[in-house]
């Protein structure tokens, strides 16, 4: 069963950059597609951004399209997202996740069976 770290939140100004990182353990990352959710108080937790088990395909919600990107390393068992001209309104707990699906939407919570714990991610105005 793999486990999922998720570091890199922190405090951070509206316009800036942050890069969240997440380390596996107990099992290789490249037997599953990757996700980022994310969740705010009172909200329910969202999707963010997805990618394939090679690394050839990424899915994003629109909300982060053209500001957020994701990536891995399956050599390192490491998956991560990097932030770019962050909004006020993407602070959050940040979880990363991992889906042994072979099919089904991405962007679905559900399809997802290993989680992190998350990270916050604090962005101020």
């Known amino acids: 069963q793999v486990q999922l770290v998720e570091s890199g939140g922190g405090l951070v100004q509206a316009g800036g950059s942050l890069r969240l990182s997440c380390a596996a353990s107990?099992?290789?990352?490249?037997?599953?597609?990757m996700g980022w959710f994310r969740q705010a108080p009172g909200k329910e937790r969202e999707f963010v951004a997805a990618?394939?088990?090679?690394?050839?395909?990424?899915s994003y919600a629109d909300s982060v399209k053209g500001r957020f990107t994701i990536s891995r390393d399956n050599a390192k068992d490491t998956a991560s997202l990097q932030m770019n001209i962050l909004k006020p309104e993407d602070t959050a707990v940040y979880f990363c996740?991992?889906?042994?699906?072979?099919?089904?939407?991405?962007?679905?919570?559900?399809?997802?069976?290993?989680w992190g714990q998350g990270t916050q991610v604090t962005v101020s105005s």
């Open positions: 990618i394939n088990r090679s690394g050839s395909g990424t």
């Open positions: 107990g099992g290789h990352l490249s037997s599953y597609r």
């Open positions: 996740a991992a889906s042994s699906a072979i099919s089904g939407p991405w962007s679905s919570r559900y399809e997802y069976h290993y």
